[in-house]
């Protein structure tokens, strides 16, 4: 069976879902991988490593005739209604964003499997890859804060002085929020955490970062997310938490759940009270934004001096890891479906019919 990889097209886009390294674990379970020409170039892999590799590497169209294809955004509709019936496409596909290729994989009877909804149980922390390319989100967005900052992250002693370590404060501390203060803290800032989950103060303080408590209830949810908050929760733990986020040298904030708008976590207000030079990365901006005022892509810079980045495909700033790591994930995933050289979906096991979208012309998840 064929297994293709086209190139991304979504603009920004650099990652690539398959890289060499891993090719020749489809190839030992006897299936055959073809890749776009260029399909790597962005995120450093090149056409010769993927030959090398022993995948198949042509110029144009090389999905028409795959039985899977292998993608980190979802295909366009055109590209999905341009498949064979039956094939299987895996990708970030959200139900609740990628309506018009669901629409067309049912139309087309493909079946379009996500990776967002790859349930997060023990068994498939390997297929994850939501996880990992946070892991990569979170550790960029402490780079892009030191860049921004006009402070140095660490504590000096200089024959001039003294220079002062920065101070961090990190909303969120689930997969991006912890890689964000363990890195924080490899440049030596002074970082502070915040997450609805109480839960999660003990993962925060084994990173050496300092967990803010707040005098509210826990908002513990499923599959390792916080549940959504009313507003006058909302509005408390804003009160709560301004003098932190004044005190900040740079804010990080990373709440998010997929298929849904970001938290609304910190107001223009909040920002205002920050002084000159602080900086604010905002991970969440693509889905709304947890900082009102950022905008997904661009550096604003508020009345009072402070610098917001919103943060657009930021996995692929970190194109070659991120690649790798998707790549593990996307091959696990393909891998649980392989028998005798063939992908035969076992839609009762639970990893493959939480992931699944669309099939025989269904749409499984009812998006619309």
Known sequence: MRVAVPKETRPGEKRVALVPDIISKLTKAGLEVIIESGAGVASEFSDAQF???????????????????????????DAMKSLKKGAITISFLSPTTATDSIDAAVSAGVTAISLELVPRISRAQSMDALTSQALCAGYKAVLVGAELSPRFFPLLMTAAG???????????????????????????????AYDVRPASADEVKSMGAKFITLELEALEGSGGYAREMTEDRA????????????????????????????????????VAAMAPGSVVVDLAAETGGNVEGTKPGEIVTTANGVKMWGGKDVPSQLAFHASMLFSRNVVNL????????????????????????????ENRKGAK
């Open 334 to 361: 393909l891998l649980l479906m392989v028998k005798e050289g063939q992908v035969v979906p076992n839609f009762e096991d639970e990893i493959i019919d939480a992931a699944t979208v669309t099939m025989n012309g």
């Open 162 to 192: 003294t220079v002062t370590p920065a101070n961090v404060v990190v909303l969120g501390a689930g997969v991006a929020g912890l890689q964000a203060i363990a890195t924080a803290k490899r440049l030596g800032a002074v970082v502070s």
């Open 235 to 270: 509005a408390k733990q804003r009160e709560l938490l301004t003098p932190y986020i004044a005190a900040a040298n740079v804010l990080i904030t990373t709440a998010a759940v997929p298929g849904r708008p970001a938290p609304r976590l910190v107001t223009a207000d909040m």
């Open 51 to 77: 030959t090398a590799a022993g995948a198949t590497v042509k110029s144009g169209n090389v999905i028409n005739d795959a039985d899977v294809v292998l993608s980190v955004q979802p295909l366009t509709p």
